[in-house]
C-alpha cells in the first residue's frame, strides 16, 4: 500500500483563484480592494525571498500590495511608528512584519502594536486568546489554518479521531492543536520533553509534524492508514551534494504506512501564503462590515 499524496500545490491554487474572484467581486460590488503591507527589516536573504513572494500573490489575486522595507539599523521606535501609522490606514486590511526582527528590536512588543483585526498573520495575544476561547472572529495563524483546511478536504470529519501535534511553537504547533480541539479530535501535543515519542505518535489517526529536525518522524512511528501533516521545511545537502528540502518526517519510509501525507515541498508550504491571502480578504470585509465570504 502507498498512502494518498495530499496535494497542497493544487489546494492552495484553488483557494487562491476562489480568493481571486471574491476580490474582484468586492471591486464591483463595494468598490474597494483588500490590501496588504508587509514590512521587512534588513536583508535576511529568506525573508527577502519570503516578502517577495508574498507580494507577488498578493498582487496575483487583485489585492493592493504595500512592501516596506527597512534598513536593519532601524529603531523600534521608527518601526513602531510604520506599524502605528499602518493600523490607522483605511487601505491597509492586513499588516505583516516579517520574522525574525534583528536582535535589538523586541518582536513582542512589535507585534502587540499590529491592531487584531490587521494581524493577518494570528499572533497578537488577542487572536491567540480567542482561538483558544472558541471567539468565530478570532484570526487563525497561517500555516495551522492550512494544514487544517487540508485534513478536512482529506478526511472530511475529523470529529473523535486522536491527533498527535508534534512541536508547541505559538505559530504552529499550539494553534494546530486548539484548531483539532475545536474540530473534536483528542489532542496530544508532544514537544522535546515528551517521553516516548514514537509510541506517542503511532497511537494517532492524525500526525502534524512541526519539529524542524529534518526526516524525524518515521515509518514506523505513524499508525498505519494515519494522515500524515508534515508542517517541517529543513534544507540538507544530499549525497550527491545538491542542497535540497525535507520534511519533519521521512518521507520514504513513512509513504508505504501513512493513509495520505503531505510531500515536501508542495504539501504545507503553499497553504500558508494562500491562507495569508484568505486572512487579509476576511479582515477587508469585516473592516467594511461586510459578510465574510465562504472559501
Ligand atoms: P520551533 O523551533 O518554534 O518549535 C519546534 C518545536 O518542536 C518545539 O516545540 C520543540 O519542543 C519541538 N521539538 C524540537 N525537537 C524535538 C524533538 N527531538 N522531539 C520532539 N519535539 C521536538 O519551530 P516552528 O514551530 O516555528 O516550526 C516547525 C517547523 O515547521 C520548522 O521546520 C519550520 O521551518 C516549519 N514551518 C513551516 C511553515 C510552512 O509554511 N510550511 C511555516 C512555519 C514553520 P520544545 O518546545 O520542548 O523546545
Avoid at 492586513?94 to 535589538?104: A, D, M, R, S, Y
Avoid at 474540530?183 to 522535546?192: D, G, L, Q, R
Avoid at 521545511?233 to 542542497?243: L, Q
Wanted: proline letters at 6%.
Amino acid at each position: 500500500m502507498s498512502a494518498r499524496i495530499i496535494d497542497g500545490k493544487a489546494f492552495a491554487a484553488g483557494l487562491r483563484q476562489r480568493i481571486a474572484a471574491e476580490v474582484t467581486r468586492l471591486k464591483q460590488a463595494a468598490g474597494f480592494t483588500p490590501g496588504l503591507a508587509v514590512v521587512l527589516v534588513g536583508e535576511d536573504p529568506a525573508s527577502q525571498v519570503y516578502v517577495r513572494s508574498k507580494g507577488k500573490a498578493t498582487l496575483e489575486v487583485g489585492m493592493a500590495s504595500f512592501e516596506h522595507k527597512l534598513d536593519v539599523g532601524t529603531t523600534q521606535e521608527a518601526l513602531l511608528a510604520l506599524v502605528d501609522k499602518l493600523n490607522r490606514d483605511p487601505a491597509v486590511h492586513g499588516i505583516l512584519v516579517q520574522l525574525p526582527l534583528p536582535k535589538h528590536i523586541d518582536e513582542a512588543r512589535v507585534l502587540a502594536t499590529i491592531v487584531p483585526e490587521k494581524d493577518v498573520d494570528g499572533f497578537h495575544v488577542v487572536n491567540a486568546g480567542k482561538l483558544a476561547t472558541g471567539a468565530k472572529d478570532a484570526i487563525v495563524p497561517c500555516t495551522p489554518l492550512g494544514s487544517l483546511m487540508l485534513l478536512k478536504d482529506t478526511l472530511g470529519d475529523l470529529a473523535g479521531k486522536s491527533a498527535v501535534v508534534v512541536g508547541r511553537s505559538n505559530i504552529v504547533g499550539k494553534p494546530m492543536a486548539q484548531l483539532l480541539l475545536k474540530e473534536s479530535c483528542t489532542v496530544t501535543v508532544a514537544h522535546s520533553r515528551t517521553r516516548d515519542l514514537p509510541a506517542v505518535v503511532r497511537q494517532a489517526d492524525i500526525v502534524v509534524a512541526a519539529v524542524g529536525r529534518a526526516e524525524m518522524v518515521k515509518g514506523d512511528w505513524i499508525k498505519p492508514g494515519a494522515t500524515v501533516i508534515d508542517v517541517g521545511i529543513n534544507r540538507v545537502t544530499g549525497p550527491d551534494g545538491k542542497a535540497r528540502l525535507v520534511g519533519d518526517v521521512d518521507y520514504e519510509s513513512a509513504l508505504p504506512v501513512a493513509g495520505a501525507i503531505t510531500p515536501v515541498p508542495g504539501g504545507v508550504g503553499p497553504m500558508t501564503i494562500a491562507c495569508l491571502l484568505a486572512n487579509t480578504l476576511i479582515a477587508a470585509c469585516r473592516a467594511k462590515g461586510l459578510a465574510e465570504p465562504t472559501l
